[in-house]
Each structure stands twice: as C-alpha cells, then as structure tokens.
T-cell receptor, first 112, second 113 residues
Framework: AQTIHQWPVAEIKAVGSPLSLGCTIK??????LYWYWQATGGTLQQLFY??????VESVVQLNLSASRPKDDQFILSTEKLLLSHSGFYLC???????????FGPGTRLTVL | QQQVRQSPQSLTVWEGETAILNCSYE??????FPWYQQFPGEGPALLIS?????DKKEDGRFTIFFNKREKKLSLHITDSQPGDSATYFC????????????FGAGTRLKVIA
C-alpha cells in the first residue's frame, strides 16, 4: 500500500526566515507529485507539480520553490518567508497516467 | 480567475436527508472532475470522481450528476450522516498530459442528528 508522509507536522517561523517542507511517497514508483497551499477556511491552490525526478513545474508564483531530488521525495522551500505564506501545505501524488490525486496529512505553517 | 464555482458555501441538513452540492466550471477543456472530502486539520480525501464522457457516477451513498452542455455537476449525498459533516471540494482537470488542477472554494456541510 502507498503511504505519503509530510514533515514537519507544524512549523512556527519568523518573517524573513527560510523554510523547507518535505514530502515522501512510499510504495509507488515514479508517481506524479504536487504541492498545494490552503489558507484557513479556503480552497486549495496548486503550487507545483513534478512528473519526474529533477523536473518541477510552477503553477503559481508565491515566492516559493520546489525540488524533486529523488523519485519519492518532493521538497518545498523559500529563503525568506512572508506573512502571506501562512497556511496549510499539502503534498499529493497520482499514479502515472491517472487523474486521481491522493493527499498527505499536510503541514501547518504559521509565520509571525 | 475562478474557473470552478461551488454552491452553496455552506449547507445544513438533517440526518437521513439528501444533501446536494453544486459545482460549475467555465473551461470546456476540463474533462475530469473529482470530489474531495476534508475534515478540519486533515488533508483532503478523494471521495468520488467522474469524467466528461459520463453523466452519472455512483458509489454507495454518493452520486455525481454531470451535465456537460451546461458545464454543471452536482454531488448528491443520500441518507446523510453526522459523520459526513465536512468540507467538500469540487475540482477539475483538463485533458491528459496537463497536470494542472483547479479547485472550487468548497461547500461546508453540516449534518444534524
């Protein structure tokens, strides 16, 4: 069975500080990977997607970057956090050639 | 630009009633429509999905009705249970090979026992 793990579970960071969030998929080779951001009580905004190692496509510009260093790992980062980065960050995966997306448990980020 | 719209924003039904959640879209290239259920503090869970070649998809108490001509779809939850209380998101994805997904604003459902 496939499992998706996100770390950390929650973060409290200062404005201007760096950030790195991670996501790991186990039990599935060559998945498509996605990052989403969700404001409290809001919709899901797709940020990035990756269909292969080393390749990441940006969907919306929010002063964030993403990388896929391994087949099963997706990293979201920024060098300088803004207040507007606060929210719920969700990683998702889909099997190759399949539309269905499966979400991880998320990381709650609070920027002060 | 909001491409997927959901209504109502919130909905309250009694236990046992049928809840109807609506979704509409603008982009005619969308051809896959998943619905997600999200509980507070958790990631969304795929509930049921439909492709544009179908007009109905049923899975237990959950049914999607799809009208391609009007670019509308609805999720019907029959025999609603208090455990169904959650936020439901309608999403849309274009043709194969396009990995961009658009989500609606969500409908917050409350089922009263």
């Amino acid at each position: 069975a496939q499992t998706i793990h996100q770390w950390p579970v929650a973060e409290i960071k200062a404005v201007g500080s760096p950030l790195s969030l991670g996501c790991t998929i186990k039990g599935k080779s060559s998945p498509n990977l996605y990052w989403y951001w969700q404001a409290t009580g809001g919709t899901l905004q797709q940020l990035f997607y990756s269909i292969t190692v080393g390749q990441v496509e940006s969907v919306v510009q929010l002063n964030l970057s993403a990388s896929r260093p391994k087949d099963d790992q997706f990293i979201l980062s920024t060098e300088k956090l803004l207040l507007s980065h606060s929210g719920f960050y969700l990683c998702a995966w889909s099997p190759l050639g399949v539309y269905e997306q499966y979400f991880g448990p998320g990381t709650r980020l609070t920027v002060l | 630009q909001q491409q997927v719209r959901q209504s109502p924003q919130s909905l309250t039904v009694w236990e046992g009633e049928t809840a109807i959640l609506n979704c509409s879209y603008e982009d005619s290239t969308f051809n896959y429509f998943p619905w997600y259920q999200q509980f507070p503090g958790e990631g969304p869970a795929l509930l049921i999905s439909i492709s544009s070649v179908s007009d109905k998809k049923e899975d237990g108490r959950f049914t999607i009705f799809f009208n391609k001509r009007e670019k509308k779809l609805s999720l019907h939850i029959t025999d609603s249970q208090p455990g169904d209380s959650a936020t439901y998101f309608c999403a849309a994805s274009p043709e194969a090979g396009n990995y961009k997904y658009v989500f609606g604003a969500g409908t917050r459902l409350k089922v009263i026992a």
